[in-house]
Structures are given as structure tokens and as C-alpha cells.
């Protein structure tokens, strides 16, 4: 009986160490290397959703900063674990707008995440996706 009563209480005291619950928050810090100037910003657009990935005004969360050439950090905070995507664009000329040519080829440097480096067209969201369950640090490089 001894034993019932002390593996009852040890089982009670146990269970309140567990991991973090399911609603718990967490930090993304997004760093893009490889920036060419500190004219204008650097936009980072955070995306959840693959069905609206990398298309203008759906971003689950955004953010600009001023450009510094380099290295520019950005810390998405307080998200929920799941899959995301980063794009990153300069916006030298902060017309909140990655400008593209003709073509539609972008003129102004560029990145996603995982170093996804475009052929001929947006990369996919599952190319460009990553697991996130814990405070985390990303880096990428820009594209030109």
C-alpha cells in the first residue's frame, strides 16, 4: 500500500514538469545576408498559409526595416509552432513594392527561406517552408 500511495503522489509531482503547452509562444529571428546598400528597406514577410504564399498582402505577419548593407536582423515574436515561410525583399526606392522588369523578373535583390533560389517562376511554399516548435535563428542570403 505504500508503494500505491508514494507512485500515486510521484506520478502527481512528475506531471507538472511537461514541455511547453500547445498555446505556447515563440521567437523567429529572420538574419539576410548580402545586402548591397542601406538605401531603403528590408521587408520581411512572414507567411502560414501555403495557399496564399509569397502573394502581395497576404503575409501572416510583416515587417520593414531600414536597409544596412550586410547583414539585416528581424525577430518575429511571440508565433505559433507550425510551418512558415520568409521572403525577404530590398526596397531601395520604398515604394513598398518588390519592382519587377517586363519580364516580371524582380530588379530589386530578394530572398526565401531555406536559400531557395528561384528558376523561372515563385518558388513553392513546401520548398520554402520550415518546421518551427522552439525559439529559432534562420539565415539567408539575398538574391541579385
Not at 507512485?7 to 512528475?14: A, H, V
Not at 507538472?16 to 521567437?27: E, G, I, N
Amino acid at each position: 500500500m505504500k508503494w500505491f500511495v508514494f507512485l500515486f503522489f510521484f506520478g502527481i509531482l512528475t506531471s507538472f514538469d511537461t514541455p511547453r503547452s500547445a498555446d505556447s509562444k515563440f521567437d523567429l529571428q529572420v538574419s539576410v545576408s548580402a545586402v548591397a546598400s542601406s538605401k531603403g528597406w528590408i521587408e520581411f514577410a512572414l507567411y502560414k498559409n501555403p495557399d496564399t504564399f509569397a502573394k502581395v498582402g497576404t503575409t501572416y505577419r510583416l515587417a520593414r526595416t531600414d536597409a544596412q548593407k550586410g547583414l539585416v536582423t528581424y525577430t518575429f515574436k511571440d508565433l505559433e509552432a507550425g510551418k512558415y515561410a520568409v521572403v525577404v525583399y530590398h526596397d531601395v526606392n520604398q515604394n513598398k513594392i518588390c519592382d519587377k522588369n517586363f519580364f516580371g523578373v524582380p530588379t530589386e535583390a530578394y530572398a526565401f527561406s531555406n536559400n531557395v533560389r528561384p528558376n523561372l517562376s515563385v518558388p513553392s511554399f513546401e520548398d520554402c517552408c520550415f518546421k518551427f516548435q522552439q525559439d529559432r535563428n534562420i539565415s539567408i542570403k539575398m538574391v541579385y
